[in-house]
């Protein structure tokens, strides 16, 4: 991977409360697929992610970002 694309990557990683996360809309642009879309491959195959990989943000927290 580039430097380029590191950078990029770590523009994307936020901090919440302590915890690094990323928004599926910045996923969905690294896999070049609509969010929509990313969304539903995640809830067709739950068993693959763990509970702590995927959550909802609340409004108050999406402010945050």
């Known amino acids: 991977m ?3 694309n590191a950078s990029r990557i770590e523009k994307m990683i936020y901090i ?3 915890t690094k996360i990323m928004l599926d809309r910045d996923l969905a ?3 070049q697929v609509e969010t929509r879309s990313l969304i539903q491959a995640v ?3 739950k068993e693959r992610f763990p509970l ?3 959550f909802q ?3 108050n927290a999406k ?3």
């Open 43 to 45: 809830k067709r195959n």
């Open 16 to 18: 919440i409360r302590g």
């Open 29 to 31: 642009e690294l896999y």
């Open 57 to 59: 943000l609340t409004k």
């Open 2 to 4: 580039s430097d380029l």
């Open 63 to 65: 402010e945050e970002v």
């Open 52 to 54: 702590e990989f995927m």
